[in-house]
């Protein structure tokens, strides 16, 4: 990435006149709880209207733009496509610096997005995605430690070309390796982040990225890797400590035949505990992938994240038991990496909902009084919220989804179920109001059939069984903004139907704001008591990174990340490269 990279500044005229103050968004989420919520109301409801972009920095580099930039006095850093950051002023635009990333493999899982750095003690963190963590620092852009985690293509147990040609030439992507995609959390002096790629495997796709073709996200076997979590020193980047997904003692858990809120699983217990011996190690291949930022109370010293989907993804017969510690909300000693509790959404789960959507703190009122609380929301179409020290089930929302045939395994003839493997609430971030006690959340509605299919025997080949994964035909598709009041029992506020599909997630502020972006390329902001849309940009591609607000000498900004990703691409969206940043004309 060169220093042509552009910060272009559209004309304003002189900041309104007021005292020098500023307010940063110093990290993933605003701070420490993941909110996602600033206490900024320069803008509000009465006049976001008038919102204009103040300038515009193009990365030069087209496609998968997820970041969440860091503000941090005054200074912007972003990461783009590739692993590549700069640092902005972020009051005008302009380049600082620019750090260009060189990956050492191309072999990667997934695209090559990530979604944001950290920013500490004067260094910038990155997790990359051929599996390093690097600080650069943060006044130049100069690597100062550069930590190989991981090599992505390291035990690799299957082959893209092979799995092609066994099924008929279609077109194949993906693979188990390992890599980053979550914005670093720094705390205690540590750098902690989590791999994906874990529980993904290969898969089928059609042509636009998407599922219209099939998606072959299960096949029988030991494809998968071990996902896992660690900490490097922030200093040097030594590595501290590390904490597996899977369990290596007792990772079949109980044969739970419910939830622990109580749903039916629909699982034929009997057979998995006969095929039991036959798979004993499947753990040490059993996925989890870590997807977004944990949550941290420096108080307690615990973080709080989600895990990911068990491996093969939907298909358990060679994976017997609840597969502990995937599909869970997890608490972990910040120093040690130790497990403090965990609550398991969905045991021996088949439908890809990952626990993805980063956790957030807050205060939850009781008949007993205010607990401390973390709150997960969920693919599964609930926002569970919990008890910080011990994990306890404080409450379950109202669905914001509808529901059918939740946890039908997949068959031969196809089972429709919704929601799909995209949610719900995918990865994207939940903004929480602490004053009004409100979370909202990007929804996506849809279903999915999920079969069983076969690949017969050849030339010494045994038959292999895979579950294809498809759009359910006929069944509706859209994407709501939804209000859930999580002061009031987990109760729909309100729910908005989005013209297009809601990407990245959302912000709120104290202006009665919700800023929200959508797949075709439109920044949304909506009044925070009934969901209306109060102004809209077309900002020029997908929007699949999560606003932020922050001010600089007294002025409120609004920044976003226009660059798409694989899914606006698949909705027929363009790719970008532009970080667009609005503020209030004079």
């Known amino acids: 990435m060169s220093r042509r990279l552009a910060a272009a500044a559209l004309a304003l005229a002189a900041l309104v006149p007021c005292a020098a103050w500023s307010a940063d968004w110093p990290m ?26 103040a300038w515009i920095f193009q990365t030069g580099i087209t496609g998968y733009f997820q970041a969440e930039p860091v503000i941090v006095e005054g200074v912007m850093y ?90 008929g030439d279609k077109p194949v992507q993906g693979s188990s390796r390992l890599g980053f995609k979550m914005p670093p959390l720094v705390a205690e002096g540590l750098v902690i982040v989590g791999v994906t790629g874990a529980g993904y495997g290969l898969h089928v796709e059609d042509a636009g990225g998407g599922l219209d073709g099939g998606s072959v996200v299960g096949i029988e076997g030991g494809y998968g890797r071990r996902g896992w979590l660690a900490a490097y020193d922030a200093r040097t980047g030594e590595e501290r400590w590390r904490w597996y997904v899977t369990k290596a003692d007792g990772w079949e858990g109980d044969y739970r035949t419910t939830t622990p809120d109580g749903v039916p699983l629909h699982r034929d217990v009997a057979a998995e505990k006969a095929a039991a011996p036959r798979h004993a190690e499947a753990w040490r291949v059993g996925g989890g992938s870590l997807w977004m930022t944990p949550a941290f109370d420096p108080d307690l010293g615990l973080i709080y994240l989600g895990t990911g989907n068990p491996a093969p993804q939907n298909f358990g017969l060679t994976r017997p038991g609840d597969n502990l510690y995937t599909m869970s909300l997890v608490a972990l000693d910040v120093r040690t990496g130790a497990l403090r509790w965990h609550f398991q959404q969905v045991p021996h789960e088949e439908w890809g909902y990952d626990v993805a959507s980063p956790p957030f703190l ?44 939740l946890y039908a395994p997949p068959t031969l003839d196809g089972t429709v179920v919704s929601p799909g493997p995209l949610g ?34 050849a030339s010494g080949r045994p038959e292999i069984r895979y579950t294809e994964t498809s759009e359910a035909r006929g069944e509706p598709a859209f994407s709501t903004l939804t209000a859930v009041d999580l002061g009031a029992g987990g109760r729909i506020a309100w729910s908005v139907k989005a013209g297009s599909r809601l990407s990245g997630g959302t912000l709120s502020t104290s202006g009665g704001l919700v800023f929200s972006g959508e797949e075709d390329g439109h920044l949304d902001a909506h009044d925070a008591r009934d969901g209306r849309i109060l102004w809209r940009f077309q900002c020029g591609a997908g929007i699949s990174g999560p606003p932020v607000t922050y001010t600089v000498d007294g002025r409120q900004y609004v920044a976003v990340a226009a660059g798409g990703s694989s899914f606006t691409k698949a909705s027929g969206f363009g790719t970008g490269d532009a970080l667009v940043v609005f503020s209030l004309p004079e």
């Open 424 to 457: 719900a609430i995918s990865w994207h971030p939940v903004a929480y109001d602490p004053v009004a006690a409100r979370a909202f959340a990007q929804v996506r509605h849809g279903a999915a059939t999920y079969t069983v299919k076969t690949v017969p025997a």
């Open 28 to 53: 993933f989420g605003g701070d420490a709880s993941n909110r996602h919520h600033a206490d900024l109301a320069q803008i509000d409801r009465g006049n976001v209207d008038r919102l204009r972009p």
């Open 78 to 167: 972003v990461s783009a496509t590739g692993n590549h950051v700069a640092a902005l002023d972020a009051k005008t635009g302009r380049v600082i610096w620019t750090y260009t990333h060189r990956a050492r493999t191309e072999k990667i899982f997934g695209p090559p997005s990530n979604r944001g750095v950290a920013v500490s003690g004067g260094l910038v963190y990155e997790a990359t995605m051929d599996g390093r963590v690097i600080a650069l620092d943060a006044k130049t852009g100069r690597l100062v430690w550069d930590r190989e985690a991981v090599r992505p293509e390291e035990g690799e147990t299957e082959t893209a070309s092979a799995l092609a040609a066994q099924l």
């Open 362 to 405: 807050l205060d939850h009122a009781t008949a007993e009084g205010s607990i401390k609380a973390v709150a997960q929301a969920s693919k599964t179409g609930w926002i569970y919220v919990h008890d910080r020290v011990t994990g306890r089930l404080l409450a379950r929302s109202e669905p914001v989804i509808a529901h059918k045939n």
